[in-house]
Each structure stands twice: as structure tokens, then as C-alpha cells.
Nanobody, 115 residues
Framework: QVQLVESGGGLVQAGGSLRLACVAS????????MGWYRQAPGKQRELVAT???????NYADSVKGRFTISRDSAKNTVYLQMNSLKPEDTAVYYC?????????WGQGTQVTVSS
């Protein structure tokens, strides 16, 4: 059974930075895609960024140039460096792992950006 545990959320002023981390444990296959999604109040969950085991990345247009996703496969950990944060980045951020037929979600971590 795979579990994902996120950390690093919090309250930050606009223009500030935060770094999220997500550690995966359990049966992790060598080929997978890990990523971050977010859900703001009253809105649908949306893609933020993904990174494959081959280091291919994909970003939402709204975060390109501000957020960077990376991973340490040896530690089964994915990171999201968030710079130049905006109030509209406020949301619960969820880690996601996709492998074979599995899609696993973390419990989420709150990111709040004050204006």
C-alpha cells in the first residue's frame, strides 16, 4: 500500500516563497509520475505541476516561471518550490502519485498567501 505525506505548507505574504515536500512510502514502482494539485475553496482541484521518473515536467500556465517541481527518486520524494506567491495561489495542495493502475493522493497541506 502506498502512502503520501506532504509537508511545508503555511502562511506567507504575497511575493514570498514556500517549499512543499511529499514523501511516498510503500510499493513504489520505478516508472511513475508524481505531481502537485491544488484546490481553492469553491473551486475544482487543478493541476499545478507533474514530474515523471524520467524528469519530464509539466506546469499549469498560472505557475510557469514561479514554481519548480523536482524529485529525489532515491528518497521517493517530490518537491514544489513556490516563489513569487500570489493571493490566488491560496489553496490546499495535494501530492499525487500515478503508477501502473494506481492513483494515490496525499492528505493535503494548506498554503495561504496574504495580500
Amino acid at each position: 500500500q502506498v502512502q503520501l505525506v506532504e509537508s511545508g505548507g503555511g502562511l506567507v505574504q504575497a511575493g514570498g516563497s514556500l517549499r512543499l515536500a511529499c514523501v511516498a512510502s510503500g510499493s513504489i514502482f520505478s516508472f511513475n509520475v508524481m505531481g502537485w494539485y491544488r484546490q481553492a475553496p469553491g473551486k475544482q482541484r487543478e493541476l499545478v505541476a507533474t514530474i515523471s521518473s524520467g524528469r519530464s515536467t509539466n506546469y499549469a500556465d498560472s505557475v510557469k516561471g514561479r514554481f519548480t517541481i523536482s524529485r529525489d527518486s532515491a528518497k521517493n520524494t517530490v518537491y514544489l518550490q513556490m516563489n513569487s506567491l500570489k493571493p490566488e495561489d491560496t489553496a490546499v495542495y495535494y501530492c499525487n502519485l500515478g503508477q501502473r493502475s494506481q492513483t494515490i493522493w496525499g492528505q493535503g497541506t494548506q498554503v495561504t498567501v496574504s495580500s
